[in-house]
């Protein structure tokens, strides 16, 4: 599915947040999208989803396939999420339903848009379960019977099971540690590449990003400051914020990765 | 299952604690029963033949025994002023607080849970302000105002639409019941009105947190709407929450309906207690601290055993407050 933003404005009451960003995903693309806190970021991914608090005013436009989400009805929206845009949350003991099992949990995507028997749902969840690498009795345990690398791949199995035609996936990796990192990120852009869905990658951790996008977007202060190639934006920013936040994540993970070594 | 047994002990050992706290209590405060039945002007050995007789005169122990005793089979004993037999005193009593707290906190449920959720569902500010206004001026309604005000719009003779009767209680109690329920409607509106103001308060406040969560977040991903989301994922993720709240103004509501029970003439649980104390009829109030104590420590049992129902990660966990760690 291909992703266009343009112009997109929002602002939280009266303080606005994000300003005139433009942004394209094509089909089967994986894009990324940096910025440190603050920037914007997860209020861009929440417009795409229209997920915004009641507060927000957004203006501009959002295309997500042919589908308009700016001032769509949420009935629209919801018909979207879940059938043809797969979220994967930051925080998944945040975000998984603590009452409901894993299964019901991946289940309730397939649920809300498919007409199918009890059977043919655990048969579904079952196979989605052996993708994202988890054993079948993982699907009666409860979000804190698992660890966090689990949790995650939970999540990422909610956002896939009904093979969504784009991902967006707001700093999943943010919670875990540097080895669970880059396993889930792994299993993450091998699970799109392989649906052919294209995929919004939100972080701000450079490493993670060069790994998971082909191409992404800067953003600071709620603005678009570089955009490229994700190689040649880490080799080469372009503008001073972007170099910048560059150099900033270079010293930060070579900081991380001392410090893993010495635990 | 291990869980609601350690509870279940747990309650008896406070049982048996508080059984003595209430004994010791009214020995140590001052009054003697023996000297007010006698009268003021009565003369010293007609008081000491009356301790006698009461038993008031022997060894602490041993008149602790006797009541626990007597207790365990049943038996509240037999009201000092009265000769009525405690059981049935508050038997009678009981047979008007409970149904008219739980017709209060039904009519506060009916009011306060979909008032409570409509606040939180409402998308425009001024209908959220709106509903704020409105938890606030029912919650500051004081409760005699607030049942003078429906007397004077239902009650009858008295009232804009004199329809409800707000005065008394059967004098054959349940005997006919429809007359007995009617009597009560108003007193239960007042409850329930004041009451349901507040449960709407908690049931927004609970569910205004859930709804910016990252669970309802989650269930809107896999394709709910806002709406369906908080009232399924949301409304069931605050229960135990909710839950405790109910239990707990259930529990408060048995004494804290005193004043209604006054304004409306309703020889009720709190009223008795409080006519009991002033008599210093020593058998009769602490039997009926003692089961008002163990009423609160029921319903605090229901509701801790709820919870665990309620919320899966409190299976292997010790407390509720190890989770929210």
């Known amino acids: ?263 | 299952m291990r869980f609601v047994i350690r509870r279940l002990l747990l309650f008896v050992v406070a049982l048996f604690g508080i059984s003595v706290v209430v004994f010791a209590a009214l020995r140590i405060l001052p009054g003697d029963v023996a000297s007010i039945m006698a009268g003021i002007n009565a003369p010293a050995s007609r008081v000491a033949q009356l301790r006698e007789q009461l038993g008031l005169n022997r060894p602490l122990i041993a008149q602790y025994f006797d009541w626990m005793g007597a207790l365990v089979t049943g038996d509240f004993g037999t009201s000092i002023l009265t000769g009525r037999s405690v059981t049935s005193l508050i038997g009678a009593r009981a047979s008007i607080t409970f149904p008219l707290i739980i017709l209060g906190l039904l009519i506060a449920m009916a009011i306060g849970l979909p008032l409570g959720c409509a606040a939180v569902l409402a998308r425009s500010p001024r209908v959220r302000a709106a509903f704020h206004v409105l938890a606030i001026i029912g919650g500051s309604v004081p409760a005699l105002w607030g049942g003078l005000l429906l007397i004077l719009l239902f009650g009858k003779g008295v009232g804009v639409v004199g329809i409800l009767p707000s005065q008394g209680f059967p004098l054959d109690g349940w005997e006919q019941p429809g007359s007995a329920i009617v009597s009560l409607i108003l007193p239960a509106l007042t409850v329930g009105i004041i009451v349901g103001a507040s449960l709407m308060r908690y049931t927004r406040a609970a569910l205004g947190d859930l709804a910016s969560s990252g669970y309802i977040d989650m269930a809107r991903s896999c394709g709910m709407t806002r709406t369906q989301a908080v009232l399924n994922v949301g409304l069931r993720l605050a229960m135990p929450q909710l839950v405790s709240v109910i239990g707990l103004t259930f529990a408060s509501m048995i004494t804290g309906v005193m004043v209604i029970e006054n304004l409306f003439a309703l020889p009720g649980i709190g009223n008795g207690l409080v006519t009991d104390v002033g008599n210093r009829d020593l058998i009769a109030v602490q039997s009926e601290l003692f089961l008002l104590a163990a009423f609160f420590l029921g319903i605090g049992l229901i509701v801790d055993v709820l919870h665990r129902i309620l919320d899966p990660r409190l299976k292997n966990a010790g407390s509720v407050a190890e989770v929210n760690a």
Do not use: W
């Not at chain 1, 203006?59 to 769509?72: K, W």
């Not at chain 1, 896939?160 to 996936?169: E, G, K, M, V, Y």
């Not at chain 1, 800067?218 to 994700?230: K, Y």
């Open chain 1, 1 to 263: 599915m291909s992703v266009t933003v343009e112009g997109l404005n929002i602002a939280i009451g009266s303080k606005p947040i994000v300003a005139d960003v433009d942004l394209n995903i094509a089909d089967g693309e994986r894009v990324g999208l940096i910025g440190s806190s603050g920037s914007g970021k997860s209020m861009i991914s929440k417009a795409m989803l229209g997920l915004l608090p009641l507060n927000a005013t957004v203006s501009g436009s959002i295309t997500l396939g042919d589908a308009q989400v700016v001032g769509a009805p949420e009935r629209e929206l919801a018909d979207l999420r879940g059938r043809y845009v797969g979220t994967v949350f930051q925080n998944p003991a945040a975000s998984l339903n603590p009452v409901m099992t894993v299964a019901q949990q991946m289940g309730l995507p397939l649920k809300l848009h498919y007409d199918l028997t009890e059977a043919e749902r655990s048969e579904r969840v079952a196979a989605m379960l052996g993708k994202v690498g988890l054993q079948e009795e993982v699907a009666g345990k409860y979000p804190h019977e698992l660890s966090g690398g689990q949790q995650q791949r939970v999540g990422i199995a909610t956002a896939l099971i009904t093979s969504p035609r784009f991902i967006i996936a707001d700093e999943p990796t943010t919670a875990l540690d540097s080895i669970t990192q880059r396993q889930i990120v792994d299993l993450l852009t091998s699970l799109v590449d392989d649906a052919g869905a294209s995929m919004l990658f939100i972080t701000h951790d450079f490493s993670v990003l060069a790994h998971a996008t082909t191409r992404c977007y800067v953003l600071e202060s709620g603005r678009i400051v570089d955009s490229g190639a994700t190689a040649d934006v880490l080799a080469n920013p372009q503008t001073p914020e972007s170099k910048r936040l560059v150099s900033a994540a270079r010293s930060l993970t070579l900081r991380n990765t001392k410090e893993d070594l010495h635990e």
